[in-house]
């Protein structure tokens, strides 16, 4: 990440932080302010840490979420699952692609320097902010749920398993939540959403529900 990038994104989650506290609790209001400033910092972040990566090579497989026969596969939206590694030593790199892009949408490691969600134990609430987590990279695909415009590709390494959700919205890719875990997270799809469950170290469920897009 580079230096203004991480300076802004520090100052958005001070500032939030800030107002959090303030007495006596905040309003409606001033949640949706803490709200907003804590994706704009998780974008800052993204967006930064993700500049500083280039595509690896080879490319070990490839996901589309639609097929157009008039136009070549390098073209179309995708996501590509690459090794930054040798073949004696994987590091998995997850990398999507919007249709006709010259330049990837997501760049995302699986070990160190990638981002997870995680709680903020300065928020009440369990508001959650991305941090980084892992030291080593990933090895191997564990599992890939494609539904309209979502993708979810777990990846795991050294007995623990990072699970990544992409959403293909608007022209472009975004990365709503990346996971860590060591337990298996449940996957539902029903009609037109996919829900992830997750558990925080304390036990506490998390269910994040995503729109496919599909009607």
Not at 88 to 102: H, S
Request: aromatic content about 6%; proline content about 6%; charged content about 20%.
């Amino acid at each position: 990440m580079s230096r203004s990038g991480e300076a802004a994104a520090r100052r958005a989650i001070d500032l939030a932080v800030i107002l959090s506290r303030r007495e006596p609790p905040p309003g409606e209001e001033v949640r949706m302010i803490v709200l907003v400033l804590l994706l704009l910092a998780n974008m800052l972040m993204a967006q930064t840490a993700s500049g500083e990566l280039k595509p690896c090579e080879p490319i070990l497989t490839t996901f589309y979420p639609g097929w157009d026969s008039k136009v070549p596969a390098h073209k179309q939206a995708r996501v590509e699952i690459r090794n930054c590694g040798t073949a004696d030593k994987v590091e998995l790199q997850i990398v999507a692609w919007t249709a006709y892009a010259a330049e990837p949408s997501a760049v995302l490691k699986t070990g160190a320097g990638r981002i997870v969600w995680n709680r903020d134990p300065r928020f009440q609430g369990g508001l959650r902010l991305p941090t980084v987590q892992r030291d080593n990279a990933d090895n191997r695909i564990v599992r890939v749920v494609m539904a309209g415009n979502i993708f979810i590709v777990e990846t795991a390494g050294e007995g623990r398993s990072l699970v990544t959700v992409l959403l293909f919205e608007r022209g472009g890719v975004w990365v709503p939540s990346q996971k860590d875990s060591d337990r298996h997270l449940p996957v539902e799809l029903y009609d037109n959403t996919v829900t992830l469950t997750s558990w925080s170290q304390n036990g506490t469920q998390w269910k994040s529900t995503y729109s496919t897009g599909l009607k």
